[in-house]
């Protein structure tokens, strides 16, 4: 469950940034709830479906009908996953900068259709392939003809449009969703937290749809007829989220936080040769601040010092002439997000292997049930059920349990916690997969059987599970630990930890199949030494994992705020903080944060 702070939203309630399509304040009774919700979260479900379509069983493609070398097929793979998640900070960026979400969800889906549309074109029309291979594809004397670069160029055009509009979805179609239901409404607060669940169900329900049905029809039917099948969802999927326009409650775009961070640093810089003042009280705004003022990363108060051309009249409330102690807190805040950030990195990097080789070892193994041949992307399969099965346990079982065991009543295990368990599950799912792909490697040079594909399961298991953690324990972090207001850069973090696991991968992959002269990473498997790369990828996870302790250790966790609200006839509020009671004073507030680990 991604827990959420529902005091920006109350705020956004109460000043007006709320309202109707026609931009009058919004009729409770009439918008939002999960009517709204439900058609909102059909867009997520396609954008899943598309790019899960693609990006896991594209590897199968590149290699087997493109003839692309194995390091190129993978890291093609990887490029448009780091790409699509990367822009999803350009579409954070333009909704809350100008056009706000529905309409940056709406546009970014349209984009998103036409690049499958593009994509159905590059894998339909035969002169988009080269000829197939001459010769026995399982013997070292066929001869193979790479596709040209005008035959990619329709393919690549199809995959970045695509990453275009899926990022401009991610990034935006949760918090759309969320502007549904008004936090400050006890019934619609509860719903909230729901609706998150519910989200995550939709990714994993057209990830599974994808890995099954999908990857079956491309493999059986045909590579066109499996990706218009995913650019038809997507256009029923802007027709059903148009035709909800009048029942949806809108959040004005309220500018974007990477503006407030660009100036706060821009400032800090500016003012890099002018003393401290004796005293923080002196910096600008510092009475009012809405968040406390702390003596780390001191540099960037410089940023709030009221000289004499700041302290003239008008300029104070220009931002950047003068930043205030709030905004420059914030921006403390996003960089004490950075050293869990960077240890979150690597998780991504190994579960991209998960869409490239994994997928390449199956079509080396024995895929047979019967005569029934399962195509080798959709045992990725057990991946998204291992993902579904532990995000419900960890609701049902382990946070229960961890309740009794940690007496944190409020979570049960911590975010930090749940990043560490899902790391730790990726070190040993790399150290799984070296050990199994050597097995296939040395009984396919021995000639003899081959080993079945469902040995590949325990790797799917453990990233799979590790992942449930993982994700849930990132998102939740950035959410609780970043600036009130700037839920929506909270969000840019998580997108831009994906975004560099996968081009840490591509980078990875093509290092280490320049450093070893091709002989770990080759199109045939049973020539090449996988397995040293996945030890390697095991190595750096429990490298990583010990560098994440040490970073989580230090962590201060920002003080939570829980509300509950009891009607007036004997109405009250009761203001409890989760880590240690309210505190009055704002400096003793600060200071009395307890250090918290993971």
């Not at 199968?60 to 070398?69: D, E, K, R, S």
């Not at 003022?293 to 931002?319: E, M, Q, W, Y």
């Not at 005569?371 to 382990?398: A, C, D, K, Y």
């Not at 920002?558 to 609200?565: D, E, M, T, V, W």
Request: aromatic content about 10%; some cysteine.
């Amino acid at each position: 469950m991604v827990l959420v702070d529902t005091s920006s939203g109350k705020e956004a309630a109460n000043d007006g940034t709320i309202v109707d399509f026609r931009g009058d304040p919004v009729d409770k009774s009439r918008t939002g709830r999960w009517l709204a919700a439900g058609l909102i979260l059909g867009t997520e479900l396609s954008e899943r479906i598309c790019v899960m379509g693609i990006s896991m069983n594209l590897v199968t493609y590149l290699v087997g009908n493109l003839h692309l070398p194995s390091s190129t097929a993978a890291n093609t793979v990887t490029n448009f996953m780091g790409t699509l998640n990367l822009l999803g900070l350009l579409g954070g960026f333009v909704a809350d900068a100008r056009l706000g979400r529905y309409l940056t969800v709406a546009i970014s889906a349209s984009i998103a259709a036409l690049g499958v549309t593009l994509l159905t074109l590059a894998t339909s029309i035969p002169s988009m392939r080269p000829p197939p291979c001459g010769g026995d594809s399982r013997t070292q004397q066929q001869h193979c003809i790479e596709a040209t670069g005008r035959q990619l160029a329709l393919l690549y055009a199809g995959l970045y449009t695509t990453a275009l509009g899926g990022g401009g979805i991610k990034s935006n179609v949760s918090g759309f969703g969320s502007d549904q239901f008004d936090p400050g409404d006890p019934k619609e607060g509860k719903a909230m937290i729901y609706f998150f669940n519910r989200f995550y169900f939709c990714i994993s329900t057209g990830s599974l749809f994808a890995v099954t049905v999908l990857v079956y029809v491309q493999d059986n039917v045909g590579r066109g007829w499996g990706y218009g099948i995913s650019a038809g969802t997507m256009v029923i999927a802007v027709a059903v989220l148009l035709c909800g326009t009048r029942l949806y409650r809108y959040k004005k775009p309220q500018g974007s936080p990477l503006t407030v961070i660009w100036r706060v640093l821009f400032l800090a810089w500016k003012n890099r040769s002018l003393p401290h003042p004796p005293d923080p009280s002196f910096l600008n705004e510092y009475h009012n601040a809405k968040v406390s003022h702390t003596h780390k990363f001191r540099c960037l108060d410089k940023a709030a010092i009221l000289d004499d051309f700041a302290a003239a009249d008008g300029n104070r409330n220009n931002p950047w002439v003068v930043s205030s102690v709030t905004q420059v807190e914030e921006v403390k805040l996003v960089a004490k997000l950075i050293p869990i950030w960077s240890t979150g990195i690597l998780f991504w990097t190994i579960y991209s292997q998960m869409y490239t080789f994994t997928i390449e070892q199956a079509t080396f193994m024995n895929r047979r049930i019967g005569s029934f041949v399962v195509p080798s992307g959709s045992f990725s399969f057990f991946l998204f059920l291992t993902i579904l099965i532990f995000t419900s346990l960890n609701e049902r079982l382990i946070v229960p349990m961890a309740r009794n065991l940690t007496h944190n009543a409020a979570q049960g295990i911590t975010s930090l916690q749940r990043i560490g368990v899902g790391l730790v599950f990726s070190a040993i799912a790399m150290g799984a997969a070296a050990i199994i792909e050597k097995q296939r490697r040395e009984k396919s040079v021995r000639r003899e059987d081959q080993i079945s594909a469902f040995w590949l399961v325990p790797q799917f298991f453990l990233v799979g599970a590790g992942e449930a953690f993982a994700y849930v324990g990132q998102l939740e972090f950035f959410i609780r630990e970043g600036p009130e207001r700037m839920k929506s850069m909270s969000t840019g973090f998580f997108l831009s930890i994906l975004s560099m696991g996968y081009f840490i991968s591509s980078l990875l992959v093509s290092l280490v199949d320049k450093v070893t002269s091709g002989k770990w990473i080759r199109s045939n498997l049973d020539e090449a030494k996988l397995d040293n790369f996945y030890w390697m990828l095991c190595v750096l996870a429990v490298l990583n994992f010990l560098v994440f302790l040490g970073f989580a250790n230090r962590h201060q966790y920002k003080a939570q705020l829980s509300y509950s609200n009891t009607d007036h006839d004997g109405r009250e509020k009761e203001l409890k903080s989760r880590n240690h009671g309210g505190i009055d004073d704002k400096e003793k507030k600060q200071g009395d944060e307890g250090k918290e680990g993971p």
